[in-house]
């Protein structure tokens, strides 16, 4: 395998040495551009005391394209699709090479905080959450209660 | 090369299928939207044309195993045909395709729907006897 970008390895040293505050990222042993992540829930929103899987992979040319990224916990909110699929703006257009794992996954942790019906990836969901957010909150906190606690 | 790990590849595949901008011929897509492991998956392969199969639509399904793409899926016809390299069950025996059967991490499902439809046009293939139409395994 040709060999790892610094950029990659500093960027992977400083998540292990330096970790976010309920957030951790592992990169693969066999592909260490492939990570398994966790992110707690943030408090006082739906998906506290949930904790959410996710895999990251740094495409062949990261940092100009974006980190891949999805969740493989299943997780009821309007931004993000029944494939764990994430609809935010700096995983697309709004991507630049100065942002890092580490931005991406705490904007990550704050779309959870902060969902965006206005700009939906899950339409059912998103319909729901402007129908009735009251019920919705409850949804996405039942389904934290059953797939993202152990 | 940096080395795109199975969910991240099947993720590709599956956009590369839903926007339609498969080959010529063929289509593809998950069989359960909400399939986290993307496992399984239903494909069709339109009959070409000046062949036995010209017109007739043959469904087929594969799956997707944990070593994919270092490994190929199972494909399996579901719609009943006559063909060389489809066994009694409708199992494909993917080392008779030329194009694929020295697999290689690179190759999708869309390549081996591709070499399948080759495969029924070929020469010595296109006029074989088939089963009624709309007949399935």
């Given amino acids: ?150 | 090369m940096a080395k795109v790990p199975r969910n991240f590849r099947l993720l590709e595949e599956l956009e590369k299928g839903e926007k339609g901008l498969g080959a010529d011929g063929c289509s593809y897509g998950l069989v359960d939207s909400d399939d986290v492991m993307m496992s399984n998956w239903n494909a069709t392969i339109l009959g070409p044309p000046h062949s036995v199969h010209e017109n007739r639509i043959y469904s087929l399904k594969f799956h997707c195993g944990d070593s994919y793409p270092d490994q190929p899926p199972t494909v399996s016809f579901i719609s009943r045909i006559n063909l060389p390299c489809v066994n009694q069950y409708g199992n494909v025996d993917i080392s008779k395709l030329q194009r694929v059967a020295q697999w290689n991490r690179d190759f999708t499902m869309e390549k081996i729907l591709v070499a399948l439809r080759e495969f029924m046009a070929h020469p010595s293939n296109k006029k074989l006897p088939q089963p009624a139409e709309g007949t399935t395994y």
């Fill in chain 1, 1 to 150: 395998m040709a060999a790892l970008p610094k950029r990659i390895i500093k960027e992977t040293e400083r998540l292990v040495a330096d970790p976010v505050p309920g957030i951790n990222a592992t990169p693969h042993e066999d592909n260490l551009r492939y990570f398994d992540v966790t992110i707690h829930g943030p408090a006082s929103s739906p998906y506290e005391e949930g904790i959410f899987r996710l895999e990251l992979f740094l495409p062949e040319d990261y940092p100009m394209s974006p980190p891949k990224i999805r969740f493989l916990t299943k997780i009821y909110h309007p931004n993000i699709d029944k494939l764990g699929r994430i609809c935010l703006d700096v995983l697309k257009t709004n991507w630049s090479p100065a942002l890092q794992i580490r931005t991406i996954l705490l904007s990550i942790q704050a779309l959870l905080g902060a969902p965006n019906p206005e700009d939906p990836l899950a339409n059912d969901v998103a319909q729901r959450w402007k129908e009735d957010e009251k019920a919705a909150i409850e949804t996405a906190r039942e389904w934290t209660r059953t797939h993202a606690t152990v």
